[in-house]
């Protein structure tokens, strides 16, 4: 069975760009979770996505924005980067909702921002 | 506000040796807590899954238990290799899935 798989690897943007990642969960997983891993601040959760719909969601600004596709693949979009926004971001996903659920995770993005 | 420890940040310990890593909770109104190891460039791998009703569990060398009343949890690694070497992060799940910032294991040979 195929793991998690998250596209693009690695990504450079600039400042004020936007951009877009990709998340496929395992065969037959319907919770998709996005995080945000750095150094400074560890891992944060940023959102969960269930059936099409964002069912829990981090603290981050509106910039952060998901969706999910009724095949349940997940993209993720951060709007007019900043340099903070330089981080690996993780996907994992699980078979049904909530967070009492084991979580299997993606090898990650790695946005850097110049 | 949920916030999750773990001591110490960094540990290096020669190829053999039995290790604990800790782990630290501020609310006990978990539903579990969860072990994971990664990799550099990597993403997060579980390693051992405790449910809020369970105490421990155990895998091959992994042994990870949990006490909810005084909000901590080890995980316990016998007889360390090399190739144990990683960063080991805890996670509480409560309505989020709250993350410490890990240890960094360095198994010498």
């Known amino acids: 069975k195929a793991g998690v798989t998250q596209t693009p690897r690695y990504l450079i943007k600039t400042r004020g760009q936007q951009v877009t990642l990709s998340c496929s969960p395992i065969?037959?997983?319907?919770?998709v979770s996005w995080y945000q891993q750095t150094p400074g601040q560890g891992l944060q959760f940023l959102f969960e996505?269930?059936?099409?719909?964002?069912?829990n969601k981090g603290n981050f600004p509106g910039r952060f924005s998901g969706r999910q596709f009724s095949n349940s693949r997940s993209e993720m979009n951060v709007s007019t980067l900043e340099l903070g926004d330089s981080a690996l971001y993780l996907c994992?996903?699980?078979?049904?909702?909530?967070?009492?659920?084991?979580?299997?995770f993606g090898d990650g993005t790695r946005l850097s921002i110049l | 506000k949920q916030e999750v420890t773990q001591i110490p940040a960094a540990l290096s310990v020669p190829e053999g040796e039995n290790l604990v890593l800790n782990c630290s909770f501020t609310?006990?109104?978990?539903?579990?807590l969860q072990w994971f190891r990664q990799d550099p460039g990597k993403g997060l791998t579980s390693l051992l899954l405790?449910?809020?009703?369970?105490r421990e569990q155990t895998s091959g060398r992994l042994n990870a238990s949990l006490d909810k009343s005084s909000g901590r949890s080890t995980l316990y690694i016998a007889a360390s290799q090399p190739g144990d070497s990683a960063t080991y992060l805890c996670?509480?799940?409560?309505?989020?899935?709250?993350f410490g910032k890990g240890t960094r294991l360095h198994i010498l040979p």
């Open positions: 609310d006990s109104a978990i539903y579990n």
């Open positions: 996670a509480v799940s409560d309505d989020k899935i709250i």
């Open positions: 996505y269930f059936s099409e719909t964002q069912r």
């Open positions: 994992a996903s699980s078979p049904t909702a909530g967070s009492g659920q084991p979580q299997h």
């Open positions: 405790i449910q809020s009703s369970q």
């Open positions: 065969s037959g997983h319907r919770s």
